[in-house]
């Protein structure tokens, strides 16, 4: 799979900018990213002391939600549930530096719009597996069965 164009990075975000005017935007976006991915949404919760608290976690579910339509828009397609298999299939132990390399507008996104290093970190890690998704085009680092 081609790599997401800046382009696409900046109407996505422009676009829930907007929507973000909606004071229950963030809070269905967010419902619909646990909801399509239950295990995501709890790899997340796991590691809410790491992140600094259940906030945090919001945010990381929130900034996956983004890149998820990233990905859509980009691809055409819905992203398929990230699995736990798939989340350890895109650990890395640089999951920033690994999204830069093969995403590098999902990469500046994070950098210029989360604060928090833990944060950025895990929604790379998020980022990753959703690149990784066979339908996606992307290749998971061992096969999800």
Known sequence: MAE??????????????????????AQVAIGTFVERHPDAGRFVSLQAKELGGSESVVHVIFHAQVISECFRQHTGNEVPTLTFALLDAATRPDPLAALGKSEPALRDYLEANVDQAPVRTSVA??????????????????PVR
């Not at 382009?7 to 005017?21: F, G, N």
């Not at 980022?127 to 680092?141: C, T």
Request: net charge positive.
């Open 125 to 142: 890690h998020l980022a990753l597996a959703m690149r990784g998704v066979p339908n996606l085009g992307g290749r998971p680092k061992k």
């Open 4 to 25: 997401i164009p800046e382009s696409t990075v900046a109407a996505v975000v422009a676009e829930i900018s907007q929507k973000m005017a909606n004071p229950s935007f």
